[in-house]
Structures are given as C-alpha cells and as structure tokens.
T-cell receptor, first 114, second 112 residues
C-alpha cells in the first residue's frame, strides 16, 4: 500500500506571495492532518479534515487555510507569505482521525520564503 | 494540551537495548501514549502506541507503569539507523481530531 505523498517536496517563494501544498493520504484514510515544523517552535498542529470538513484547528492565523476533496486528498494554502512561514510542512493521514488509531506522516514539503 | 516529559538526549551502543523514558503524570483514563521518531527532518515515523497494557511490535516494546504516569520505549537491539529524535505523545480523545501534540523529544544517538 502506498504511503502518504506530498507535493511539491521543495518550494521557494518570496514574501507576500501565496502557496498551495498538496497531500494524498493512504488509500482508505479519510482523515488528513497538517503540521508545521520549525527549529524554534517544533512540530505544531495546523488543522484536520475529514469528509471535506475541517473538524479541528490549531493556533495559526487565518492566512493558513486548507481544504479536502471528495477523494480525501487535501491541500493547504498560505497567503501573504512571511519569512517566518519558512518551515517543513507535514501531512498525516489516518482512517478516521480518532484516538487509538495510527496516524502516518508523509515526507513533507520544505518551504523557503525569501 | 497534554504534556509529556522526556530527557533531551540519550546515548546507546550499537547492538544494545535502548530504553527511552517518558513521564506523563497528568494522563487521563482515555488518553493513549504514542511514540514516533523523526530521522533528519524526514516525516515522523510511527513506532508504537498503548493505553494500559504493555505492547510489542516488530520495531519496539512499550512498557506502561501500572499507574500510567510513565512509560518506557525499548528498542531491543539498537542500530546506527535508530539514531533519531524520539517523541512520546499523549493522545487526547474527544474532539481533538487528528491532533498529535509533539514536545521536544529525546535525541537518541547510537554509537558503533
């Protein structure tokens, strides 16, 4: 079974631009979560989607948004990029996003904002 | 958010068992303990999880104390490829869908 895939793997943007990252979950998984990892803040939860609905959200500004499609694939968007948005963005999937399940992570998208 | 306490770093000799401790003194009855590891900024890799009982899989064993306030991850025969940051996580249920709260983890270095 294929794992979680993320595209692109690397991205360079400039301040003020916007960016869209994509995540394809493991087949059969309907819950997709997004995380941001920076050296200063570590791994932080952004949001979670299930059946095209955002069910949970972390403490990030509204510039960070996401969506999920009917095939469970998910995208996250960051608008008006800031230098501090440079990070590794990770996507994880699980069957239903509930406690007791296993959440599997993708390889991440490394975003550099200049 | 639920918090765990781990030592910042540990060393282990190749071929020996690596025992990584974790304190979760505020854990509640329906919270699981999860272990992940991350090798050199790759995506975190799932290792094991448990609620009350000890668990074992092909990668590791998880020993949870009877009062559930602490646990130990055991890698039975550490190799150089086990060098990574290991995260112990309390996973809360209820409406906390999809959320894992990562701490700083333990940097495990396996020496030849």
């Amino acid at each position: 079974k294929a794992g979680v895939t993320q595209t692109p793997r690397y991205l360079i943007k400039t301040r003020g631009q916007q960016v869209t990252l994509s995540c394809s979950p493991i087949s059969g998984h309907r819950s997709v979560s997004w995380y941001q990892q920076t050296p200063g803040q570590g791994l932080q939860f952004l949001f979670e989607y299930f059946s095209e609905t955002q069910r949970n959200k972390g403490n990030f500004p509204g510039r960070f948004s996401g969506r999920q499609f009917s095939n469970s694939r998910s995208e996250m968007n960051v608008s008006t990029l800031e230098l501090g948005d440079s990070a590794l963005y990770l996507c994880a999937s699980s069957l239903a996003g509930v406690v007791g399940e296993t959440q599997y992570f993708g390889p991440g998208t490394r975003l550099l904002v200049l | 958010d639920a918090k765990t306490t781990q030592p910042p770093s540990m060393d282990c000799a190749e071929g020996r068992a690596a025992n990584l401790p974790c304190n979760h003194s505020t854990i509640s009855g329906n919270e699981y303990v999860y272990w992940y590891r991350q090798i050199h900024s790759q995506g975190p890799q799932y290792i094991i999880h448990g609620l009350k009982n000890n668990e074992t899989n092909e990668m590791a064993s998880l020993i949870i104390t009877e009062d559930r306030k602490s646990s130990t991850l055991i890698l039975p025969h550490a190799t150089l490829r086990d060098t990574a940051v290991y995260y112990c996580i309390e996973r809360t249920g209820g409406t906390s869908y999809g959320k894992l709260t990562f701490g700083q983890g333990t940097i495990l270095t396996v020496h030849p």
